[in-house]
């Protein structure tokens, strides 16, 4: 059974920048079938998506987000992270990693349970 | 960006009864390929969203055929057969047409 687990400081200072990691199990981050994202949610809000990474290092973020946002794949570690750079309290939230389909990738079809992150000094 | 709106935003229900919850997109989200990418997640309490519906009528695995998808273009709607207890949570529609990726407001729905 597929399993990700986000992990990260649950707390980041205004300006500093936000460090996320997404390890994968039970199965490989390397498969050509999958991509691999990023989807955020503030407190009491909807679902915001941040960007996707495939196996190659190919990424695809939220423009109104790419000049802060850096999302990198460690295939030897099975992991993938998002870096979110001069965040602000509009960054904190529940960050989820999830599983996209290559043939359909707004299918999300694994999530991990979310990590919490505030900004806040 | 492509906007998605959703109607409406909260949604109390008897159990056994229907429901529906209708999902506008701000452009159409019918692809060249002729496949439309109109996508439909359920959030329960406490836990990350889960697929429900994909490409606005195909349930996903595991998911039971109480729920259903319909629509084309830019309107879509998600129908619930008969509530139960355990439908409870927030419903977002999503679009994967265009980037960014953009998902509607959410419609929560409880239980009378």
């Known amino acids: 059974q597929l399993q990700l687990q986000e992990s990260g400081p649950g707390l980041v200072k205004p300006s500093e920048t936000l460090s996320l990691t997404c390890t994968v199990s039970?199965?490989?981050?390397?498969?050509?079938?999958?991509?691999w994202g990023w989807i955020r949610q503030p407190p009491g809000k909807g679902l915001e998506w941040i960007g996707t990474?495939?196996?190659?290092?190919?990424?695809h973020c939220d423009p109104s987000l790419k000049s802060r946002v850096a999302v990198s794949v460690d295939t030897s570690n099975n992991q993938f992270s998002l870096k979110l750079s001069s965040v602000t309290a509009a960054d904190t939230g529940v960050y989820y990693c999830?599983?996209?389909?290559?043939?359909?990738?707004?299918?999300?079809?694994?999530w991990g349970q979310g990590i919490l992150v505030t900004v806040s000094s | 960006d492509i906007v998605m709106t959703q109607t409406p935003l909260s949604l109390s229900v008897t159990p056994g009864q229907p429901a529906s919850i209708s999902c506008k997109s701000s452009?159409?989200?019918?692809?060249?390929?002729?496949?439309?990418?109109l996508y439909w997640y359920l959030q329960k309490p406490g836990q990350p969203p889960h697929l429900l519906i994909y490409?606005?009528?195909n349930r996903f695995s595991g998911v039971t055929d109480r729920f259903s998808g319909s629509g084309s273009g830019t309107d879509f709607t998600l129908k619930i057969s008969r509530v139960e207890a355990e439908d409870v949570g927030v419903y977002y529609c999503?679009?994967?047409?265009?980037?960014?990726?953009?998902f509607g407001p959410g419609t929560k729905v409880d239980i009378k």
């Open positions: 999830a599983r996209q389909r290559v043939e359909n990738w707004g299918l999300f079809d694994y």
């Open positions: 039970g199965g490989s981050i390397s498969s050509s079938s999958y991509y």
């Open positions: 990474i495939y196996y190659s290092g190919s990424t």
């Open positions: 452009e159409s989200l019918l692809h060249s390929d002729g496949r439309t990418y």
């Open positions: 490409e606005v009528s």
């Open positions: 999503m679009q994967s047409i265009q980037l960014p990726f953009t």
